[in-house]
């Protein structure tokens, strides 16, 4: 079982920069793959980045430029880079694991964390 706990949200004005962190502890086999996901009041979870036991990552063309997902500490923390912030960034974030599929799919994700609230004014 892995436990993930996020960090590092808050405001910001629109073209600020916030970064997220996703603190990982447990069983790391099902740290495979790992992913930030987002909801916004009244709208669908939705995938806005993904990192590959490589390294390599993929992101929603909403966010792509923009956004920077990493990894570090053995993989013991996930990091979200959010550049350039729009007010439609305003959401709930939330970091997942899983070992099965490099997706921007929240149904192939089972580890969850609780989220950190990002408000971004204009």
């Known amino acids: 079982q892995v436990q993930l706990v996020e960090s590092g949200g808050g405001s910001a004005q629109a073209g600020g920069s916030l970064r997220l962190s996703c603190a990982v502890s447990?069983?790391?086999?099902?740290?495979?793959?790992m992913a930030w996901f987002r909801q916004a009041p009244g709208k669908e979870r939705e995938g806005v980045a993904a990192?590959?036991?490589?390294?390599?990552?993929r992101y929603a063309d909403a966010v792509k430029g923009r956004f920077t997902i990493s990894s570090g500490n053995a993989k013991k923390t996930l990091y979200l880079q959010m550049n350039s912030l729009k007010p439609e960034d305003t959401a709930m974030y939330y970091c997942?694991?899983?070992?099965?599929?490099?997706?921007?799919?929240?149904?192939?994700?089972?580890?969850w964390g609780q989220g950190t609230q990002v408000t971004v004014s204009s």
């Open positions: 990192i590959g036991n490589s390294g390599t990552a």
């Open positions: 447990g069983d790391t086999y099902a740290t495979y793959y």
């Open positions: 997942a694991a899983d070992d099965r599929k490099w997706s921007l799919q929240q149904s192939d994700y089972t580890n």
